[in-house]
């Protein structure tokens, strides 16, 4: 909402200083900050409100340490990281840009079936919540849109130059370029690392290709969104590792948006995707100011209302950036919490069919719930598993070079 405002003030009327909202990094510093501001300063208030409405967790006997502590503990925070996301991206970013209209789409979109399902759970006193198909149905319906966006709009599309972008004298020079509407990813680790999904499912008729790259979207989508779900099981767990994957994302964003560093590190310029840093700053503002109140002990949790939304939003923006070949790295600890579900449910199913009685891998799933059983204290546990975060995010920032 402000962007075009202070374009016209700079651009109209040349009134000093107003011309400072053309620089993403300052944009960005402001969603940021303004996220913070939300979270911390409004944090108690929306607790205290949501206290009085008795929206709190119903805790099932899992024979975990400090479980019945948690009961009646305030949920639905994610409405707190919904607003600290939304308000500073509608206020810095361009809104005209298709990838700040996706991303605000897919927050919108799966925050609502989240909340949904948070409000069954704790007004209806159904723990199932919302129906898992209906969860399959919302996830799909936000792949379909995203797909079919990033596959036919014609704003979404990659910058190739014929000779590399340079600086003489101060002053960028930037050669012959077309842009190419084409559906690429980056392969990492690769020296061509570059994957075209029409040349790779071309063989199924060119009918197929945009069919099959939506159900792919859609596919990443539902696992990120779904693999943020099962982490959020412990005190500031999903909010401190979706910040850790944030500022990754945000660092290629801005790389990606940028004709000179895409360049020097012979990636794929994206046009317009730098203004992704600004919704990008905002959702770690947003995680980081939420983990004030969620971090051990938690005094409110983000319920699906916040988890949903924030592995949604996780997905489109590697999507966006055509990264999402990176997602098994950069979303590792959401990757091994969602691999040990299945594999305790997959192990236990087998060997009760082969032997009579299901046995388990893990003392329970999903991970974290394994080391709570080990007797590792809380906090202990969420520390590790960011370190690790962090050690993955290091990790996926390598393959700027290393291929």
């Known amino acids: ?9 700079d651009k109209v009327l040349d009134i000093p200083g107003t011309g400072v909202f053309r620089y993403i990094s300052f944009r960005a510093g402001m969603a940021s900050l303004f996220s913070l501001i939300i979270t911390i300063s409004f944090g108690h208030k929306i607790i205290a409100w949501i206290r009085n409405k008795q929206i709190g967790e119903t805790v099932r006997d899992l024979g975990l340490a400090g479980e019945k502590q948690k009961k009646g503990t305030p949920t639905m925070g994610g409405l707190m990281i919904m607003a600290a996301i939304l308000i500073p991206t509608l206020l810095f970013a361009d809104l005209n840009n298709i990838y700040i209209i996706l991303l605000l789409i897919t927050t919108v979109w799966l925050g609502t079936i989240g909340f949904i399902d948070d409000y069954i ?15 399959i149905i919302g ?53 061509n690392n570059e994957l075209n999904y029409e040349t790779l499912l071309g063989f199924l008729g060119e009918a197929m290709t945009p069919i ?42 801005y790389i990606s948006g940028n004709a000179i560093f895409s360049s020097y590190l012979n990636i794929m ?13 905002a959702f770690v503002g947003a995680c980081v100011g939420f983990l004030w109140y969620n971090a051990f002990p938690a005094q409110i949790f983000m319920g699906d209302t916040g988890s949903l939304m924030l592995g949604g939003v996780i997905a489109v923006l590697a999507l966006t950036l055509r990264k999402e070949l990176l997602i098994p790295v950069m979303c590792g600890v959401f990757v091994i919490e969602n691999v040990s579900v299945m594999l305790q449910v997959g192990y236990f199913k087998y060997t009760r069919k082969k032997y009579g009685e299901g046995r388990r891998i893990f003392l329970m799933s999903p991970l974290h719930h394994h080391y709570q059983k080990k007797s590792i204290p809380e ?25």
């Not at 909402?1 to 003030?9: E, G, N, T, V, W």
């Not at 190739?160 to 012959?176: C, K, L, M, Q």
């Open 121 to 135: 759970k704790v007004f209806k006193k159904d723990k199932e919540g919302l129906a898992g198909r209906f969860k």
């Open 212 to 253: 099959l790259y939506i159900f792919v979207v859609t596919f990443i989508i539902t696992a990120v969104s779904n693999g943020a779900n099962i982490t959020d099981g412990i005190d500031g767990l999903a909010a401190g590792t979706s910040a850790i994957i944030g500022i990754t994302i945000a660092i290629f964003a």
């Open 379 to 403: 906090a202990k546990i969420v520390t590790r598993f960011w370190i690790v975060g962090i050690l993955l995010a290091v990790i996926t920032l390598a393959t700027l070079k290393l291929r």
């Open 1 to 9: 909402m402000l962007y075009p405002l202070f374009d016209y003030l």
């Open 139 to 191: 996830q799909i319906g936000i792949g379909v849109i995203v797909g079919s966006t990033l596959y036919f709009n014609e704003s979404v599309v990659i910058r190739e130059f014929t000779n590399p972008v340079s600086i003489d004298g101060g002053v960028v020079e930037t050669p012959a370029y077309r842009d190419v509407k084409v559906a690429k990813t980056t392969i990492p680790f690769t020296k």
């Open 269 to 281: 310029y994206i046009p317009n995707s730098g203004e992704l840093v600004i919704f990008a700053s």
